[in-house]
């Protein structure tokens, strides 16, 4: 339904930041809920960040829970992921991810939840 590529990962040392994007190719990016997971080799892929179509709510982990910060620009049909304060055990494929809501419910946190994937980005984090 949509096409997601995420880009802006990389190195960092710990206590840097990272701004992540990701671009969906889509015709009505408004009709989407978006999120970002992220997965370390042997690990379940885990929950970071998700936003409302709209962007006026955001739920994210407890893990990242004023450090990263979700966004998105409806207009540019891009969703970011802002991350602060960088620690080593933040280390991990970011995906980015997509699922077609057209019900009141927004706020999903389920891998399986989510229809679309990108094909992620590293974020590599130094001590």
């Known amino acids: 339904q949509v096409q997601l590529v995420e880009s802006g990962g990389g190195l960092v040392q710990a206590g840097g930041s990272l701004r992540l994007s990701c671009a969906a190719s889509?015709?009505?990016?408004?009709?989407?809920?978006m999120g970002w997971f992220r997965q370390v080799p042997g690990k379940e892929r885990e929950f970071v960040a998700g936003i409302t179509r709209s962007g006026a709510n955001t739920y994210s982990a407890d893990s990242v829970k004023g450090r990263f910060t979700i966004t998105r620009d409806n207009a540019k049909s891009t969703v970011y992921l802002q991350m602060n304060s960088l620690k080593p055990e933040d280390t991990a494929v970011y995906y980015c991810?997509?699922?077609?809501?057209?019900?009141?419910?927004?706020?999903?946190?389920?891998?399986?939840?989510?229809?679309?994937w990108g094909q992620g980005t590293q974020v590599t984090v130094s001590s």
């Open positions: 991810a997509g699922r077609l809501v057209y019900s009141r419910r927004e706020d999903y946190r389920a891998e399986k939840e989510f229809d679309n």
């Open positions: 889509v015709r009505i990016f408004s009709n989407y809920v």
